[in-house]
């Protein structure tokens, strides 16, 4: 098995979104974990790589519709699920979802999430043509997310620092 996955998000309309390459870290009863040391790059789409200076993992959970990056300090942003359709493993270096817009947000040293981009999620259902079921499931992921990640249940508490700690 391979070390090196490509991780695809894409938008709706099978447009590329966020993409980058990272490294396998292993599997636990959350799902699959990746990661990068500080100063890996991103791409959104076709553009020019971003740099991001801390380390992160990534999540990619079994069946579920979200993904989680869990980000290394000093990033002001500690937690960010985006909400997609489940990871599909293309094969064992290449996986990719849809995003469908909506994001449950945590900074770090504040116990409250946040959800974004509500009105991104509400212009993509007319644009994209989202189906009302795929709209059900990416709202009821958002406030299972909520939930989760304000009540301090892992792997947002303290599981997620253990695969950190394998790339910083």
């Known amino acids: 098995m391979s070390d090196d996955v490509r991780v695809r998000y894409r938008k709706y309309d099978g447009s590329l979104h966020w993409n980058m390459e990272m490294r396998r870290l292993g599997e636990d009863e959350h799902g699959v974990w990746l990661g990068v040391s500080g100063g890996s790059s991103s791409r959104k789409g076709h553009e020019p790589g971003i740099v991001f200076p801390e380390a992160y993992v990534l999540l990619f959970p079994r069946e579920a519709w979200w993904t989680a990056t869990f980000n290394a300090a ?7 699920c985006d909400i997609t359709t489940p990871p599909q493993w293309i094969s064992e270096t290449e996986v990719t979802m849809v995003d469908l ?11 409250a999430p946040r959800l974004l981009d509500e009105d991104e999620f509400a212009d993509h259902q007319v644009r994209y043509g989202y189906p009302p079921e795929v709209v059900e499931r990416a709202a009821a992921s958002a406030r299972w997310l909520m939930r989760q990640i304000a009540d301090g249940a892992e792997p947002f508490s303290t599981v997620h620092r253990e695969w950190l700690a394998l790339v910083e």
């Open 74 to 80: 000093p990033r002001p942003t500690e937690i960010y």
């Open 101 to 111: 817009d909506l994001d449950v947000v945590r900074k770090r040293g504040v116990p």
